[in-house]
C-alpha cells in the first residue's frame, strides 16, 4: 500500500481560503485515483473530492461544489484541494485517500493519510 502525507490544514476565517497538498510514495502500485474525504466530531466520514490517475476526470461532494477544487501536481501522485469561501461547517478532520478507482464512496480506497486539521471560524 502506499503512504499517503498530507499538509496545508490549519485555522482560518470564514470566508478564507486554504491549499490542503497529499503526496503518496512507498508501494503506490502505478497510477493511482486519488480523493479527499473529511471527518467532523460525532459526524460520519464524508466525500469532499475526487480525482483519476491522470486528472481527466473529477468528483465533487453537494456541499463543497463550486467552492473548493481538486486538482492533480505534476507528478502522478501528488494532489491538491483547494478550499475557497470557506465556512465553519467544513471545520473537520481532512484525510487523503488512495486507490485503483476514482470514487465517492470511502471503502474503494485503499491507502489513507494520517488526516490534517482544517478549523473555520465564524
Known amino acids: 500500500q502506499a503512504q499517503l502525507v498530507e499538509s496545508g490544514g490549519g485555522l482560518v476565517q470564514a470566508g478564507g481560503s486554504l491549499r490542503l497538498s497529499c503526496t503518496a510514495s512507498?508501494?503506490?502500485?502505478?497510477?493511482?485515483?486519488m480523493g479527499w474525504f473529511r471527518q467532523a466530531p460525532g459526524k460520519e466520514r464524508e466525500f469532499v473530492a475526487a480525482?483519476?490517475?491522470?486528472?481527466?476526470?473529477?468528483y465533487h461532494g453537494d456541499s463543497v461544489k463550486g467552492r473548493f477544487s481538486i486538482s492533480r501536481g505534476n507528478g502522478e501522485n501528488t494532489v491538491y484541494l483547494q478550499m475557497n469561501s470557506l465556512k465553519p461547517e467544513d471545520t473537520a478532520v481532512y484525510y487523503c485517500?488512495?486507490?485503483?478507482?476514482?470514487?465517492?464512496?470511502?471503502?474503494?480506497?485503499?491507502?489513507w493519510g494520517q488526516g490534517t486539521q482544517v478549523t473555520v471560524s465564524s
Open positions: 512507498g508501494r503506490t502500485g502505478g497510477r493511482l485515483a
Open positions: 480525482i483519476s490517475w491522470s486528472g481527466s476526470t473529477a
Open positions: 485517500a488512495a486507490g485503483a478507482v476514482t470514487a465517492t464512496r470511502a471503502n474503494t480506497y485503499t491507502s
